[in-house]
């Protein structure tokens, strides 16, 4: 796994708005973000660019137009970003994160029953491979 230093909110923002079109400039990136979200467009060019640095992001010349493409899939930062905070919160523990989600975001009934299903499917799956 390659180190990448952490993203802060407004990179994970921009990140999020460069997965969603696949590959843009900076003024479509911008353009994603309703005027009453207050960012301007500089900010989101100061955001791609230091994506880019920190190896999150691809950049193509189309004449002198930077094009931006995501690096990284966002499962990825995903996976990073929370087994970071696992570790640095609960000492690598999981069980206390889950619980906290579980207690304190007021999950859906829905969500609960698929959180059963899903642990009874794994369940199953590590008795049959003992």
């Keep these: 796994m390659t180190e990448r230093p952490a993203l802060s ?3 994970m923002e ?3 708005a460069l997965w969603d079109l696949k590959h843009a400039t900076v003024r479509e990136v911008f353009e994603t973000f309703p005027q009453s979200r207050g960012i301007d467009f500089t900010t989101v060019q100061t955001y ?3 994506l880019e640095k920190k190896g999150y992001v691809n950049v193509k010349l189309d004449g002198r137009t930077r094009i931006y493409s ?3 899939k966002p499962r ?5 970003t929370v087994d970071d905070l696992v570790d640095r919160l609960f000492a690598g523990e999981t069980f206390p994160l889950m619980q906290h989600l ?3 975001r007021n999950v859906s009934r829905q ?9 009874d499917q794994l369940t199953e799956e590590r008795d ?3």
């Design 9 to 11: 909110k407004g990179e």
């Design 14 to 16: 921009i990140a999020r």
């Design 48 to 50: 791609l660019r230091r």
């Design 70 to 72: 995501p690096r990284v």
């Design 76 to 80: 990825t930062v995903i996976r990073e």
């Design 102 to 104: 579980i207690e304190d």
């Design 111 to 119: 969500d609960l029953d698929a959180l059963k299903t899903l642990l």
């Design 128 to 130: 049959a491979s003992e």
